[in-house]
């Protein structure tokens, strides 16, 4: 029996209009196809209606996809570039890409959006700040946020970092973390992580290891992505974690759902399969703004 995983994010506009689903095959096999008549909805423990399900392929997969590098993070990074440029190289031409190296608190630009992919594999470059030079990731992510404008398309992060936050004492409740996974959830962009070690004391401190990790994960679970990482050591390759994130890009849908009164704000969020055997994972929270749905597709 196929078993599928899936995972949801919202984009920014108001609720009745789109939500971004992807189905995850079990076991990194490719999942099989879901169905709309396989998935059902609440939003704050209320039903949801769907109106409507399309996979996001061919002209409906427009995709705007940053990668975003810890300026703080070990230099021998460099020996994954070109796995890096591979990915970069074989996306669509429906997929706009972009770079940013986090540093001092901001996600620093050095590629913008472009369909030119090599122009990106081009911009890679070692990290050149001293570890924990990002300030804290999470601040970043959220920086991010604030530059990026809402377009016609889905819009994904891949997170390359050590997860490490040094202006937060370990917290579960860290608040960079909290406002970046709010930030995330109300502009509906599923953030990813690759999880690869600081350059200094953190980077072979079992404790910050532990707990950079723990947030990373829950920044992926939160807001629809994934986080990937090999035990607490730097991966031998990002090939196979970056084989698994085109597959999901290659398998989402865009969920409408009918509009609906409520008091708006992020929500509580739960999908879940009528098929047996299928497991439904989902961002915690939604966008819900109360009216009736937009023309536009996000």
């Not at 705007?64 to 460099?78: A, H, Q, W």
């Not at 084989?243 to 929500?267: A, I, V």
């Amino acid at each position: 029996m196929k078993l599928a995983f899936i995972a949801v994010a919202f984009s920014a506009a108001a609720f009745g209009q789109h939500i971004v689903v992807t189905a995850e095959g079990h076991h990194g096999a490719p999942p099989p196809e879901v169905n709309r008549d396989q998935i059902s909805v609440d939003v704050d423990r209320h039903p949801a209606k769907v109106e409507s399900w399309t996979p996001l392929r061919g002209d409906q997969a427009n995709l705007d996809f940053y990668i975003l590098i810890d300026d703080g993070v070990d230099s021998e990074i460099g020996l994954e570039f070109n796995s890096l440029k591979s990915f970069i190289n074989s996306q669509p031409a429906t997929t706009r890409i972009g770079l940013a190296y986090l540093r001092n608190g901001s996600a620093n630009i050095v590629a913008p959006l472009t369909a030119e992919h090599d122009k990106v594999a081009k911009a890679l470059r070692l990290p050149s700040g001293p570890a924990g030079i990002a300030s804290s990731p999470y601040m970043c992510i959220s920086d991010l946020v604030k530059k990026w404008p809402t377009v016609d398309g889905r819009r994904e992060v891949l997170l390359i970092s050590g997860g490490v936050d040094p202006w937060s004492p370990a917290d579960p409740q860290n608040p960079y973390l909290q406002q970046s996974i709010a930030a995330a959830q109300r502009a509906g962009i599923l953030v990813h992580s690759v999880y690869y070690a600081e350059a200094g004391h953190s980077g072979h401190s079992f404790w910050q290891i532990n707990w950079g990790q723990n947030y990373l994960s829950e920044l992926g679970d939160e807001t629809g992505g994934e986080a990937y990482w090999q035990g607490s050591m730097n991966p031998v390759t990002f090939d196979p974690f970056l084989k698994d994130l085109t597959q999901r890009l290659q398998n989402q849908y865009l969920l409408t759902l009918e509009p609906r009164e409520g008091k708006g704000g992020l929500e509580p969020f739960r999908i879940t399969s009528s098929e047996s055997g299928v497991s439904v994972q989902a961002a915690s929270k939604i966008n819900f703004q109360s009216g009736s749905a937009s023309a536009s597709r996000f």
